[in-house]
Nanobody
């Protein structure tokens, strides 16, 4: 009952910034914990960041901590991923996901997924 649509990806130079957005729809969208995952070609999907339903708690992958910030605006049913100081290794398709059961770090903990948005970090 939750639909997710990511946007904001694109091509950016190393050291640049992007802000990804995830628009959620559904009557209970604001009650879900939200996560961001990414998947590069030939690699498995990996956790990037997550935020509790209230926005009071956030979680990050160690390699992105300090460069990436997750936030949500429940009045707009939107989750954001602000990415700064981007590196070529950040290149991947970024997916937004929603979960009622927590777990945060694991793909199996999420009930709904968006289609993804491409982020390419290159000169």
């Amino acid at each position: 009952q939750v639909q997710l649509v990511e946007s904001g990806g694109g091509l950016v130079q190393p050291g640049g910034s992007l802000r990804l957005s995830c628009a959620a729809s559904g009557r209970t969208a604001s009650l879900y914990a939200m996560g961001w995952f990414r998947q590069a070609p030939g690699k498995e999907r990996e956790f990037v960041a997550a935020i509790s339903w209230s926005g009071g708690s956030t979680y990050y992958r160690g390699s992105v901590k300090g460069r990436i910030s997750i936030s949500r605006d429940n009045t707009k049913n939107t989750v954001y991923l602000q990415m700064n100081s981007l590196k070529p290794e950040d290149t991947a398709v970024y997916y937004c996901a929603a979960s009622l059961g927590g777990g945060y770090y694991y793909t199996a903990s999420y009930d709904y997924w968006g289609q993804g948005t491409q982020v390419t970090v290159s000169s």
